[in-house]
């Protein structure tokens, strides 16, 4: 065979100017520069480089399990019997986790997790969830063919957003999204070539929607692009405001008037610890509203087995129920997802257990609703801790944590500081962060990352970790931060 002479050069066909441009303006912070830097750091800790610090603490991503977080007892079980069905013949495992596991392994392909399942998701879960769906709002009916099993919330947001999407110029599909916002929404966003409308969620008022701010926003994005729907985060990330009723309803006649189609990321509807505050679900407002609303509205709400008391973010469970949907868009919706052939099957197990988990005079209802209320209210303890340590430094302000698991503290930055940052190509809440990662160990994400009105910075903190390490890490950064602003100053 001849070879080439040396002086052919290969022409490489994918190279960073043949690619897709719109996956280069792909962003998403919480596993950013940042993050990666953390893992340099650890790498480098065990390589035995001297640090002023032993370990990372990563206080970047809401990972419960993670941090310490102990998963729920009777979720495993089940999950253990469905993957190895040999243990339904032992002692050691509850009679109603073993029901359970039979009905799901019933449920699937050859009595295997391993087999496919349908790709909207295996058919008695979804029934579960959409019982679920109606004990939770009150009695309002839902209609499992309504019903989505996803990989995680974030892949039943995509796929919605993916349907949204089309025109150019300025009939651009236009998808306004609250600012802060969890990049999830501007990385989909950016890589559908979607338009993203900023809209402000108030700081001074514990984060809260503005009807007049999302007026605004809508009027500015009609100049340049079509704006066809309205993202939610209730309860926020990374914000942790828990929406009014008042304030859900306020929305939904918004969305009606101006013929917006609402997509509500629910995905931390368990974790509410803000005395007065209450989470209430955008279907259950809409369908309390009458039928001028629920009749016409459209609305699609994500759930997901990730955060909440269950933190099980690795198998990637999630659910979306779709309302008012043209039947002819929802057969494209099913053939979409027929595409990506089924979520993980221990997921859709794992989203079941949730929506239908033990009941009362089942032999593992004690043991779960400990588990359930100790791990949610450890959560309330450390939300209240964490803004009330956080109030004490002078220079950061942290609005209440209603909800969610995160902090979203503002902080002020010495003009010093603002400029050296700017000098090295970086946002100067990037360059708080970093710093803070070198000389201390903790990681953490700039609020620019989320956005924020112009001139104001912000970090993003998770409430996760122990308490006795959160007590330490809320320590270190007030230290960090008064040895930083006297630094820059």
């Not at 509850?94 to 699937?108: F, G, V």
């Not at 110029?169 to 070539?193: C, F, K």
């Not at 004490?392 to 930055?413: D, E, W």
């Amino acid at each position: 065979i001849a070879h080439q002479p040396n002086d052919v050069i290969r022409k490489i066909v994918l190279t960073i100017d043949t690619m897709n441009p719109t996956v280069k303006n792909v962003e998403y912070a919480v596993r950013g520069p940042i993050v990666q830097r953390a893992m340099q750091v650890e790498k480098e800790l065990r390589e035995g480089v001297k640090k002023p610090f032993t370990e990372v603490i990563k206080a970047n991503i809401g990972d419960a399990h993670a941090m310490g977080q102990k998963p729920i007892t009777f979720f495993r079980q089940v999950l253990a019997l469905c993957s190895y069905p040999e243990l339904l013949n032992e002692n050691m495992f509850p009679e109603d986790a073993k029901n359970r596991a039979r009905r799901i392994l019933q449920a699937c392909g050859g009595s295997s997790v391993g087999a496919y399942s349908a790709s909207q998701g295996i058919d008695c879960v979804r029934q579960d969830v959409a019982r679920y769906i109606e004990r939770r709002d009150g009695g309002v009916p839902c209609d499992p063919d309504n019903v989505y099993l996803t990989t995680g919330a974030s892949d039943g947001i995509v796929t919605m957003l993916k349907l949204l999407v089309c025109g150019e110029g300025a009939s651009r599909t236009g998808v306004m999204i609250s600012i802060p916002q969890y990049p999830l929404y501007s990385a989909a966003l950016a890589e559908l070539g979607a338009v993203q409308v900023n809209y402000y969620l108030n700081e001074e008022k514990c984060w809260s929607m503005d009807l007049s701010e999302l007026e605004r926003s809508l009027a500015e994005a009609r100049k340049h692009c079509n704006p066809k729907a309205l993202c939610i985060i209730n309860p926020g990330n990374p914000t942790g405001q828990v929406q009014s009723r008042q304030c859900i309803e306020d929305v939904i006649r918004f969305a009606a008037k101006e013929r917006l189609f609402l997509m509500a990321d629910e995905v931390y509807q368990d974790n509410v610890y803000a005395e007065g505050c209450q989470f209430h679900s955008f279907k259950k407002v809409l369908f309390e509203l009458g039928p001028e609303y629920s009749d016409n509205v459209e609305l699609a709400s994500f759930h997901s087995t990730s955060k909440c008391y269950m933190g099980e973010c690795g198998f990637r469970g999630g659910y979306m129920e779709v309302i008012n949907m043209d039947p002819e868009v929802q057969a494209q919706l099913s053939k979409l997802v027929s595409v990506r052939l089924c979520p993980p099957v221990p997921g859709q197990v794992l989203m079941d257990l949730v929506v239908n988990s033990p009941q009362p005079g089942e032999p593992s209802y004690t043991t779960f609703m400990k588990e359930r209320t100790a791990t949610l209210s450890l959560l309330a303890e450390k939300a209240k801790l964490t803004e009330q340590i956080l109030n004490t430094v002078p220079g950061i302000t942290c609005n209440p944590v209603q909800g969610a698991m995160y902090s979203f503290p503002n902080i002020s930055l010495p003009e010093k500081s603002i400029k050296e940052a700017k000098a090295l190509g970086q946002a100067p809440d990037m360059f708080y962060c970093m710093k803070l990662l070198e000389e201390t160990g903790i990681c953490l994400v700039p609020g620019s990352g989320f956005g924020q009105k112009d001139g104001t910075y912000h970090f993003r903190m998770t409430i996760l970790p122990p308490t006795d390490k959160l007590k330490i890490l809320l320590a270190k950064v007030k230290e960090f931060h008064q040895k930083f602003t006297q630094q820059y100053s």
